[in-house]
């Protein structure tokens, strides 16, 4: 069983920066797709970035894909959300989330395996 937890989340001032980070206990099984998302109150969890984890392909959301960079770092089966010019918008629990696909899926349903999330907050 994959277990995924994230860390790196915390409250920071609209501009700033803040890089979270998701460790996986293992991911040996094939076509391996790591994603991040994010859920404001009230709202739907939404797709933010995801990466192909042998090929180091990306995909991000429209909202983020100029201020946020996902990367993986496969030795430590680990992979980080790096986001800069952090918004109010930009509040939410973020989630880790792994798949098997040959692409990058922005549904979360097609994601197989969730951390526990961690809290962002941008104040404004």
């Known amino acids: 069983q994959v277990q995924l937890v994230e860390s790196g989340g915390g409250l920071v001032q609209a501009g700033g920066s803040l890089t979270l980070s998701c460790v996986a206990s293992e991911l040996t099984f094939d076509h391996v797709v790591m994603g991040w998302f994010r859920q404001a109150p009230g709202k739907e969890r939404e797709f933010v970035a995801g990466?192909?984890?042998?090929?180091?392909?990306?995909s991000y959301a429209d909202a983020v894909k100029t201020r946020f960079t996902i990367s993986r770092d496969p030795a430590k089966n680990t992979v980080t959300l790096q986001m800069s010019s952090l918004e109010p918008e930009d509040t939410a629990v973020y989630y880790c989330?792994?798949?098997?696909?040959?692409?990058?899926?922005?549904?979360?349903?097609?994601?197989?395996?969730w951390g526990q999330g961690t809290q962002v907050t941008v104040s404004s």
């Open positions: 990466v192909d984890w042998s090929g180091g392909g990306t």
């Open positions: 989330a792994a798949a098997s696909r040959y692409y990058i899926p922005t549904s979360e349903a097609a994601y197989d395996y």
